[in-house]
């Protein structure tokens, strides 16, 4: 199995670019669970506004097609 991290942190005038953060995300699932090998997507956010997400892969060889 593969994981890959992405990390975040919310900036102080985050309020003004949420629905494009929204929009961004929803895209970002999207595409990666229409990819080969794909297994799950888990999002997880801190309270100081740190977020993470992973993506767990079948194997490397699904991940880079």
């Known amino acids: 199995m593969i994981i890959t991290v992405f990390r975040s ?3 102080a005038d985050a309020e ?3 629905a494009e ?3 961004i995300s929803r895209r970002m699932l999207e ?3 229409s990819m080969p090998g794909f297994i799950a997507y888990k999002d ?3 309270e100081d ?3 993470v997400t ?3 892969w079948e194997s490397l060889e699904t991940l880079e097609g």
């Open 16 to 18: 003004a670019h949420a």
């Open 49 to 51: 506004g740190e977020s």
């Open 9 to 11: 942190r919310v900036r």
């Open 31 to 33: 595409l990666a669970t």
């Open 21 to 23: 953060a929204e929009r």
């Open 54 to 56: 992973i993506v767990e």
């Open 44 to 46: 997880f956010v801190a």
